[in-house]
């Protein structure tokens, strides 16, 4: 028995490792995996060309995907600006604006701070519409998918 209690570890051992050689083994017999990022070998300090997509034009506003999908632009904004300074979507979608323009008056949610304190104008971190809305354009998906609108969306 005490034979037994010493080689057990022994053998768990030499066990773990026969388990790893099998694991080496079938690992040598595929062929390398080739991966293919979607910036296709630019190097990270590079550009890509932009791709051959355009803006779409005028529409309706699109549906959403999700509950809290912030709306997509339904129009072109190539060559809007907006700078720490200035804000062109603000020429039409500032509340004192939207009357004459027609245009959705930006949420209420974008005049609050993070710590939910109310502001007069809009708050510094909503200021930069692009980072969450973006324009509507013709260009296909990157990668092959199978997402589904969200089933309260349908």
Same mark, same amino acid.
């Given at each position: 028995m005490k034979t037994l209690k010493k080689i057990a570890p022994l053998m768990m051992a030499l066990a773990l490792f @026969?388990?790893?050689?099998?694991?080496v083994r079938a690992a040598d017999d595929k062929a390398p995996v080739k991966l293919q990022?979607?910036? @296709?070998g630019t190097p990270v300090n590079q550009d890509n060309p932009p791709a051959n997509h355009r803006q779409e034009r005028d529409h309706p506003v699109g549906e959403r995907d999700f509950v809290q999908? !912030? !709306?997509?632009?339904?129009?072109?904004?190539?060559?809007?600006q907006i700078t %720490?300074?200035?804000? %062109?979507?603000?020429?039409c979608h500032a509340w004192q604006k939207t009357k004459e323009?027609? @245009?959705t008056k930006i949420s209420v949610t974008h005049f609050r701070t993070r710590e939910g304190v109310e502001l007069d104008q809009v708050s510094p971190r909503r200021y930069f519409?692009?980072?969450c809305h973006v324009p509507?354009?013709? @260009? %296909? !998906?990157?990668?092959a998918n199978t997402y589904e609108r969200a089933k309260g969306m349908k």
């Open positions: @026969a388990i790893g050689l099998d694991q990022s979607l910036r @296709a999908m !912030p !709306p997509l632009v339904p129009h072109t904004i190539s060559g809007y %720490k300074n200035f804000n %062109k979507c603000m020429d323009s027609g @245009a519409c692009t980072q509507q354009s013709d @260009a %296909k !998906p990157l990668v």
